[in-house]
């Protein structure tokens, strides 16, 4: 059974830093993509940032240069450092699990999600 658990939600003035720490388990293959989305009320879940098993990231425009996405493998965690918050970044964000090149905008790609965590940024 795969799970994945989001932490690391919170509010925070515009300008300032959050991390977002996402813990999987049961995942066992080898090649996969790693994946931040967002969802606004009243908007569409939008991909924000993605990690590969080669470590390769991609960014969505709006977030690139203030949001960084890691892994480590050993604790089998995806983090999202995000700097230099905007009100416009306030949403629920999940993490997700996708095949190895899995894209944002195909949410059918991406199996598995965790329950989100809010994040709230206020101007």
């Known amino acids: 059974q795969v799970q994945l658990v989001e932490s690391g939600g919170g509010s925070v003035q515009a300008g300032g830093p959050l991390r977002l720490s996402c813990v999987v388990s049961?995942?066992?293959?080898?090649?996969?993509?790693m994946g931040w989305f967002r969802q606004a009320p009243g908007k569409e879940r939008e991909g924000v940032a993605a990690?590969?098993?080669?470590?390769?990231?991609s960014y969505a425009e709006d977030v690139k240069g203030r949001f960084t996405v890691s892994k480590d493998n050993a604790q089998n965690t995806v983090t999202l450092q995000m700097n230099s918050l905007k009100p416009e970044d306030t949403a629920m964000y999940y993490c997700?699990?996708?095949?190895?090149?899995?894209?944002?905008?195909?949410?059918?790609?991406?199996?598995?999600w965790g329950q989100g965590t809010q994040v709230t940024v206020s101007a």
């Open positions: 997700a699990v996708g095949r190895f090149n899995a894209v944002f905008a195909v949410i059918s790609e991406w199996s598995y």
């Open positions: 049961g995942y066992t293959r080898s090649s996969y993509c």
């Open positions: 990690i590969d098993s080669d470590g390769m990231t």
